[in-house]
């Protein structure tokens, strides 16, 4: 079987299995699975961290290979080499943490309260969030392929795509994250 859908049944297992498990009789206007969802927060939320540390700091070294890490005396501090990019587990943890948020979503009955209506548009956030991280990826893609190319007259126009996309993808995560903070404000 394909590591791809060994994947893809795990992540089907957690979606259906809190269901199952989920218990008959609650109040009608609450949401069950709350720890679900802050479990998907804090995955998304490492997912983000993990990615700008690694990106941005110029004390870590990270590059794809066989899994080592080294401390140095002098910079970068820290080697890391792991079998995956951290754009890799970047996507993957926030689409972890995303799907680990839909049980809590679905299970909302009331949608009119100012509760239900942040649940609502933090629902709506992270699936254009991850619709945005997609389109991202294959941005990324795409630069990369024109780089590879002698002379690309479409490089400087896909890298002005991709810096606006950044802007937008970065600006849209503090914006879920500001709906998060008055999702959390208004729990009774």
């Known amino acids: 079987m394909r590591r791809s859908r060994v994947v893809g049944i795990i992540f089907l297992v957690l979606l259906i299995l809190p269901m199952a498990a989920a218990e008959d009789e609650y109040e009608n206007d609450e949401a069950q699975f709350a720890g679900l969802a802050e479990a998907g927060f804090i995955i998304i939320t490492a997912g983000i961290l993990f990615y700008s540390i690694i990106k941005r700091t110029p004390f870590i070294d990270y590059k794809k290979g066989s899994f080592s890490?080294?401390?140095?005396?002098?910079?970068?501090?820290?080697?890391?080499?792991?079998?995956?990019?951290?754009?890799?587990?970047?996507?993957?943890?926030?689409?972890?943490?995303?799907?680990?948020?839909?049980?809590?979503?679905?299970?909302c009955q009331d949608y009119s309260t100012p509760f239900g209506?942040?649940?609502?548009?933090?629902?709506?956030?992270?699936?254009?969030?991850?619709?945005?991280?997609?389109?991202?990826?294959?941005?990324?893609?795409?630069?990369?392929?024109?780089?590879?190319?002698?002379?690309?007259?479409?490089?400087?126009?896909?890298?002005?795509?991709?810096?606006?996309?950044?802007?937008?993808?970065?600006?849209?995560?503090?914006?879920?994250?500001?709906?998060?903070?008055?999702?959390?404000?208004?729990?009774d």
């Open 69 to 107: 890490i080294n401390l140095n005396h002098e910079m970068p501090f820290l080697e890391v080499r792991a079998p995956l990019y951290p754009l890799d587990i970047h996507h993957f943890l926030v689409v972890l943490g995303s799907l680990l948020t839909i049980p809590h979503f679905i299970s």
């Open 117 to 187: 209506l942040t649940g609502l548009l933090l629902g709506f956030a992270l699936l254009i969030e991850n619709a945005s991280g997609f389109y991202g990826r294959y941005l990324h893609a795409k630069v990369e392929r024109l780089r590879r190319e002698v002379s690309s007259p479409y490089l400087k126009e896909a890298l002005k795509k991709f810096r606006r996309w950044r802007e937008l993808h970065i600006v849209w995560t503090v914006v879920m994250y500001l709906i998060l903070a008055l999702h959390l404000v208004f729990v």
